[in-house]
């Protein structure tokens, strides 16, 4: 009976020791280890570049289209007769740009809508274009703000927050450079 002898022998282990409870060198685990702040406070800056970085591109969509729009509306109201002054008032621009956009649509026929309806529709795109860009310039300032703070606490380098806001090294340290951190 060798296994009995064995087993007489070794004292049987209990719950949360490694020796038995017999040794000094009894261990137990008490529980989840305290998560690093500093490693917490980059995947946070991460996170917030990530999502900056895709509301930016949204925005920016946004206020391509509506420019878009903005010139094709301004093209058909020129191609039907109205003057050049009261498209540039309404659509918040200089003369020469609303010249411009008429002569890049190219040809247009002409739509039968009235002077007033073509101005109503041109100042609400400026207003919506002006909003959306308003929107867009925030965004672009929390991220300068982020990666700022970022740079300052050294919680990530360049290229890694080069990586997550999708901007160049270069592009970062000179956005960051002199930036007063506001205190919230």
Same mark, same amino acid.
């Given at each position: ?8 022998? %070794? ?12 040794? #000094?060198?009894?261990? +137990? ?18 996170? /917030?570049?990530?999502?900056? $970085? /895709?509301?930016?591109? @949204? +925005? !920016? ?8 729009? @903005?010139?094709?509306?301004?093209? &058909? ?8 002054? #009261?498209?540039?008032?309404? #659509?918040? &621009? ?5 010249? !411009?956009? *008429?002569?890049?649509? =190219? ?7 009235? $002077?007033? =309806?073509?101005?109503?529709? %041109?100042?609400?795109?400026? /207003?919506?274009? #002006? ?16 990666? *700022?703070? *970022? ?11 080069? =990586?997550?806001?999708? @901007?160049?090294?270069?592009? %970062?340290?000179?956005?960051? +450079? ?7």
């Amino acid at each position: 009976m060798r296994g009995r002898e064995i087993r007489e022998r %070794i004292p049987p282990r209990t719950a949360g020791t490694r020796t038995g409870g017999h040794g #000094a060198a009894a261990s +137990r685990y008490r529980g989840v280890p305290t998560p690093d702040t500093a490693t917490a406070r980059a995947q946070q800056a991460l996170a /917030t570049l990530a999502q900056l $970085r /895709t509301t930016i591109a @949204l +925005r !920016s969509s946004r206020v391509r289209a509506l420019t878009t729009e @903005l010139g094709d509306c301004i093209a &058909q109201a020129l191609r039907d007769g109205v003057n050049v002054a #009261a498209l540039a008032e309404a #659509a918040g &621009q200089p003369a020469g740009s609303i010249r !411009s956009a *008429a002569v890049a649509r =190219g040809e247009l026929y002409p739509s039968g809508q009235t $002077r007033n =309806g073509h101005v109503h529709i %041109i100042k609400e795109l400026a /207003t919506e274009l #002006a909003a959306a860009e308003g929107a867009r310039s925030a965004a672009k300032e929390e991220r300068t703000q982020v990666l *700022a703070l *970022a740079r300052k606490s050294r919680l990530l380098d360049d290229y890694q927050l080069a =990586g997550a806001s999708g @901007l160049k090294s270069d592009e %970062i340290r000179k956005m960051t +450079r002199g930036v007063g951190l506001r205190v919230a």
